[in-house]
C-alpha cells in the first residue's frame, strides 16, 4: 500500500478527503455535457433513445413560450413546487416536533416508532392505491403522498438529533434551575439542530423524487405530470427537458438549506 | 473585583451516613459506590476530594448535585434537603458543556434567563462575573473559538452567575495543560476568597489538591468511604503572598504530598492485587 502523499504546508496529513473539489465537479459536468453532444451529434444513439442537447433546448424554450401537456412550463414548473413545497412545510411542522417527541419521551417513542418504521421503507407507489381511495383526485392526496416520503426520515433526524446534546448540558441546566420544559426548548432542540438541517435536506430530496408518483393521481399540471405525459407521446425531448429542470430545482433548494444551516447553525462540525 | 458586597450566606451542608449502591443485574452484583458518607462542609470551605479511581468521589458529587439520590441517609443544604438540582448548587464539568450557540456573555447569564430575571438585570450579573475570571474582553466570543481553559472559566461564571451557595467541581482542570491550569487554580482560588462560597472540588492531582483545598477528604474504593481528612492553609498562604511555585516547593507541601501519595497509591495497589485474584 502506498502512503499518502506529503501534504502541502498548513495542510493535516492523512486527513480523508481534504480539499476544494468544485473544480473537478464543474469538469465532470462539461464532459459529461460533451460526452452527449458527442453521442447525438454523431448518430451514435437515435434520437428516441437520447435527444441532442439542441432539441432538449428547443424543446425548453417551446415549453416556456408555447407551453407542452396543455400547459407552459412555468405553469407546470408552479404546480410542482406547491405540491413540493406545500409538503415539505406540513413535515417541517409535524414531523419535527413529534421526531423530538419521540427523543424526549418514552411514551411518544412507543406511540410513533411502529408506525414510522412500518411505511418508511414502503413505496409511495405502492399505497398511492389507497390514498386515492382514501382521498379522492384532488390536490391534497398529491401533497399527502409527498408528505408522507417526506415525515419519515425527517422525524427519524429529529429523533436522532436529541441524543447529540450531552447529558453534562442538560445537567448544567437543571443545576442553574432550568424546568423539563426548558431544557427541551432551550438546550434539546438547539442541539438538535443540525441533524434537523440533515433531515430537512434529505426530505426535501425525497420529496422531489416523490414528485412523479403524485402527479400519477390525475393530474392535468406539473413537472412530473408533463414528463409522464410526454413520454406516452415518446417525446424524449420534453422527457430529458423536465428531468433538467426538476434536477435543477431540487439543486438549487439544496443550495438554500445547505446556505441557511450554515448561517444558522455556524457551530456545527466544532463541538 | 471591587466594589460590590459579597452575598453573606450562612449555609451549612450536611452530608449524614450517606451510602449508594448501584444495582447490578443480579443481587450479587451490586456494586457499593459509597458507604456511610459524613461530612459536614461550612460555608465559605474550600474542600478537595482525592482519591484512587472507583472511590466514590464524583459518585460524591453527583449526590450533591442531585443528579442522584442516595440509597441511604440524606443530604441537607441549609434547611433543606437535597432532593434534585436546584439553582443554589452551581456545576463545572470535566469537559466544558457550555452551550455552541450561545456566545460567552449569552452562556453566562444563561442560568437566569431559565429563571425568568430580567434582561438587564441578569446581563449586569454576567458582566460581573465574567470580570471575575478575566473574561472582560470576550464578551461575544463563540464558545468554539476559546482555548480549553477559557472554556472553562466560562463555566465557573456561567456557575457563579446564578449565584449558588455551593460550587461543585468534577475535575475541571484534567483536560488543561499544566500552565493553564496552575493560571485556573490561582484564579480559583481569588474567586473563592471574593465570593465566600462553599467548593466542592475533585481531582486526581495531589499537588492541584493541596494547593486548593481548605480541607482534604482523601476516600478510598470497595466501598467508597472517606479514610482520611486533612485541614490545608496552603491556599491562604498562596493568597497572602501570592507565590505559588514557592508555596509548592516548600518542605510542609512536598512531605504532606509524599503522605497523601502514599496512601492513593497503596489503594490502587489493593485494587489491582484485588482484581488479579478475582
Not at chain 1, 95 to 101: D, E
Not at chain 1, 162 to 176: D, G, L, N, P
Not at chain 2, 38 to 55: D, M, P, Q, Y
Not at chain 2, 159 to 187: F, G, K, W, Y
Amino acid at each position: 500500500m502506498p502512503r499518502a502523499r506529503p501534504v502541502r504546508a498548513g495542510r493535516v496529513y492523512g486527513a480523508p478527503g481534504e480539499g476544494y473539489s468544485g473544480h473537478i465537479s464543474l469538469i465532470t459536468a462539461l464532459i459529461l455535457i460533451g460526452l452527449w453532444f458527442l453521442v447525438t451529434e454523431a448518430g451514435w444513439v437515435k434520437p428516441l433513445f437520447l435527444p441532442s442537447p439542441v432539441a432538449v433546448y428547443n424543446k425548453f424554450v417551446v415549453a416556456w413560450t408555447d407551453g407542452v401537456a396543455n400547459s407552459t412550463l412555468w405553469e407546470h414548473t408552479w404546480a410542482s413546487l406547491k405540491r413540493v413545497f406545500g409538503a415539505f412545510l406540513l413535515a417541517c411542522v409535524t414531523a419535527i416536533p413529534i421526531g423530538i417527541m419521540m427523543g424526549v419521551s418514552r411514551i411518544a417513542r412507543g406511540l410513533f416508532d411502529p408506525i414510522i418504521e412500518f411505511y418508511r421503507p414502503l413505496p409511495p407507489l405502492a399505497y398511492l392505491p389507497l390514498v386515492i381511495i382514501w382521498l379522492g383526485i384532488g390536490e391534497f392526496p398529491k401533497i399527502f403522498l409527498i408528505y408522507l416520503a417526506i415525515f419519515a426520515p425527517m422525524a427519524i433526524a429529529a429523533r436522532a438529533g436529541v441524543k447529540s446534546v450531552s447529558i453534562e448540558q442538560i445537567h448544567a441546566a437543571y443545576a442553574m434551575g432550568g424546568t423539563r420544559g426548558q431544557i427541551i426548548r432551550h438546550v434539546i432542540v438547539k442541539a438538535a439542530l443540525p441533524e434537523i438541517f440533515t433531515g430537512m435536506r434529505i426530505g426535501i430530496g425525497v420529496g422531489w423524487t416523490t414528485l412523479v408518483a403524485a402527479e400519477m393521481i390525475a393530474a392535468d399540471r406539473g413537472l412530473g405530470f408533463m414528463v409522464l405525459n410526454s413520454a406516452q407521446f415518446l417525446d424524449s425531448a420534453a422527457v430529458v427537458m423536465g428531468i433538467i429542470v426538476i434536477g435543477l430545482f431540487a439543486f438549487a433548494f439544496d443550495l438554500v438549506v445547505r446556505y441557511m444551516e450554515r448561517v444558522m447553525i455556524p457551530w456545527k462540525g466544532k463541538v | 473585583m471591587k466594589g460590590f458586597a459579597v452575598t453573606a450566606q450562612m449555609e451549612r451542608l450536611k452530608i449524614s451516613n450517606v451510602s449508594l449502591t448501584y444495582p447490578g443485574l443480579h443481587s450479587n452484583e451490586a456494586v457499593v459506590a459509597l458507604r456511610g458518607v459524613n461530612l459536614t462542609i461550612e460555608s465559605g470551605e474550600f474542600i478537595v476530594a482525592l482519591g484512587a479511581s472507583g472511590c466514590g468521589k464524583t459518585t460524591l458529587l453527583n449526590l450533591l448535585a442531585g443528579f442522584m439520590s442516595p440509597t441511604e441517609g440524606e443530604i441537607t443544604l441549609g434547611d433543606k434537603r437535597v432532593e434534585g438540582p436546584g439553582a443554589d448548587r452551581g456545576v463545572v464539568f470535566q469537559k466544558h458543556a457550555l452551550l455552541p450557540w450561545l456566545n460567552v456573555i449569552d452562556n453566562t447569564e444563561f442560568g437566569l434567563k431559565l429563571q425568568g430575571v430580567p434582561k438587564a438585570q441578569r446581563r449586569e450579573r454576567a458582566v460581573r462575573n465574567l470580570a471575575l475570571v478575566g473574561l472582560q474582553d470576550f464578551h461575544n466570543h463563540m464558545i468554539y473559538h476559546l482555548s480549553g481553559g477559557m472554556q472553562q472559566r466560562v463555566g465557573v461564571a456561567r456557575a457563579l452567575t446564578c449565584d449558588p451557595a455551593m460550587l461543585l467541581m468534577d475535575e475541571p482542570m484534567a483536560a488543561l495543560d499544566a500552565l493553564t491550569r496552575e493560571s485556573i487554580q490561582e484564579l480559583l482560588l481569588r474567586v473563592w476568597e471574593h465570593t465566600h462560597k462553599m467548593f466542592f472540588f475533585i481531582t486526581h492531582s495531589v499537588e492541584e489538591a493541596l494547593f486548593l483545598g481548605s480541607r482534604l477528604i482523601v476516600m478510598s474504593p470497595r466501598p467508597g468511604r472517606i479514610t482520611h481528612t486533612y485541614e490545608l492553609d496552603f491556599n491562604r498562604r498562596f493568597l497572602a503572598d501570592g507565590n505559588a511555585r514557592a508555596i509548592k516547593s516548600s518542605p510542609d507541601f512536598i512531605q504532606m504530598r509524599e503522605t497523601v501519595l502514599g496512601i492513593i497509591y497503596g489503594d490502587e495497589l489493593q485494587v489491582s492485587q484485588e482484581l488479579a485474584h478475582a
